[in-house]
């Protein structure tokens, strides 16, 4: 194994984090590694960044040719840069990361790409992953909830009209705990993030609930607005 | 000047935006550069990193180097990754950044590092600067914006007791644009982050206002608090 004296330059990858609600499950995109190291063991999709291309360019098309998903807009989480946390070498990652909802991807495996598999898995029953990779989805997750108590990031889980039963239950699912009912339903209420619609669910066997979206105009959040 | 086909590999450099309120300005921290490129321009305090050390060491082993600051907690911000940012080479810089109360630090050169002069610049009028270091103080900038929206980062800049309109003045002075007082005292009275102390300015010839301070509970937000 290389020693740090042998090591002469630094390498840069990205790994992308990509989360969704499914299965009323929080899960995260994984692929399975065909080659070492950590062969056989999933991973989240990454690969190194080409000289010559920017890192939010570099991520799409890696996320791209490990698992066809595109068309969705990453964000720039972390760069990691453990001296240790790659084998070998010196390897500093720059993660991205974006919440989807599953239905609005296709996903599919392209095996010149060193991926046997890619499917999702759920965020808080992992398997053993490889390099830092459980650390990265760690700290995708932190940052996840951290941005819930102060910004609706919630709406990128959900579909445009949704009830408060399933906006607290993306906000459990991220938090990974039970919330007060009525605690929730008054916040999010007097947050003024939401924008009550005139439409209720289909008429079933439970009673119909009113449907909410969020609010634009208070996302749009132009610089100052909320004290101007 | 190399073309991407002789550029062989990525080199990695850190670069820390301090802020500060100084003078009633919000200022940040450049050096003034000895050698080329861009010699004699001010610059974000920057350097290589070393392939055996951990990014945020870095960002504050090159802080202390460049300005003699430390002992101060640095926030990785961004990495920029655009191929033409650094003329001739590719490199890719990890950014930190800090808001810090200027009295609590010394700043002094090492012109064995390249620097001739350390200084603070009003944030509002900076000059020329070097590589794409404006680019990078006003993604800075926005990032520290939008947090304030959401969390209380001004009280990093304030001393430990202040009045409200200390408060007011250095979200406006983060913002750029003026508050209407009513507005402001109202929301920020009511977010729940203030605590009313039971002290007063100094008698003089104003009247003396009450002192708050930030309420450390509601900043150590435990995961999921707000709704619980």
């Known amino acids: 194994m290389s020693t740090f004296q042998e090591i002469k330059t630094h390498e ?11 299965n009323n499950k929080l899960q995260v995109l994984l692929v399975k590694r065909a080659n070492e190291p950590f062969k056989g063991r999933w991973a989240i999709p990454g690969g190194f960044i080409r000289l010559s291309e920017n890192l939010d360019a570099a991520a799409l098309r890696i996320l791209k040719e490990k698992t066809n998903v595109d068309n969705i807009y990453l964000e720039q989480l972390y760069t990691f840069g453990d001296p240790l946390r790659y084998p070998g070498s010196r390897v500093i990652t720059c993660a991205y990361f974006a919440l989807i909802r599953s239905d609005d991807i296709k996903l599919s495996v392209d095996n010149s790409q060193g991926i046997t598999e890619v499917q999702w898995h759920e965020v808080y029953n992992l398997p053993t992953l490889a390099y830092d990779h459980k650390e990265i989805i760690e700290y995708s997750i932190k940052r996840m909830r951290e941005r819930l108590e102060f910004c609706p990031i919630a709406f990128q889980l959900l579909p445009e009209k ?6 607290q239950k993306s906000y459990e699912l991220i938090l990974d705990m039970k919330l007060d009912k009525r605690n929730f339903r008054k916040k999010v209420l007097t947050g003024a993030i939401l924008k009550e619609l005139n439409e209720y669910t289909k008429v079933g066997s439970k009673r119909p609930a009113r449907l909410y979206s969020f609010d634009n105009i208070t996302l749009n959040s132009k610089r100052g607005h909320f004290f101007s």
Chains 1, 2 share one sequence.
């Open 12 to 22: 840069i990858t990205t790994d992308v984090v990509i989360f969704t609600i499914k």
């Open 162 to 167: 949704f009830t408060l039963t399933e906006l």
